[in-house]
């Protein structure tokens, strides 16, 4: 019964160190987003309009979409990722309008 216990107690320990580094790189990734406030810009949302879409049209190319989907919603204190026609989010501007400044 000793040897039994110390088999499953050892599969737990492991399956939940797998289970914590597998969550690792993506805490390291949201941890080091830096909000540049000088270089935003308000936009409209429009019907059928998703972060995902917003964030793939202002991202530089190599950047990863997903920091850039976090970036807005800092930038507007959001808790979730849903988002409505009419409404006005801050997001970062895309390299294009920088560029025109």
Known sequence: MDREFKIVFFIMLLAAV???AARLPHIINYQAIVIDHA???EIIV???DTLWGIAKELSIPGKDIRIVIEEIKILNNMDSY???PGQALKVPMSQNEIAKR
């Open 46 to 48: 429009e019907k059928g």
């Open 82 to 84: 849903t988002i409505y």
């Open 39 to 41: 270089n935003t810009q």
């Open 18 to 20: 797998i289970g914590a």
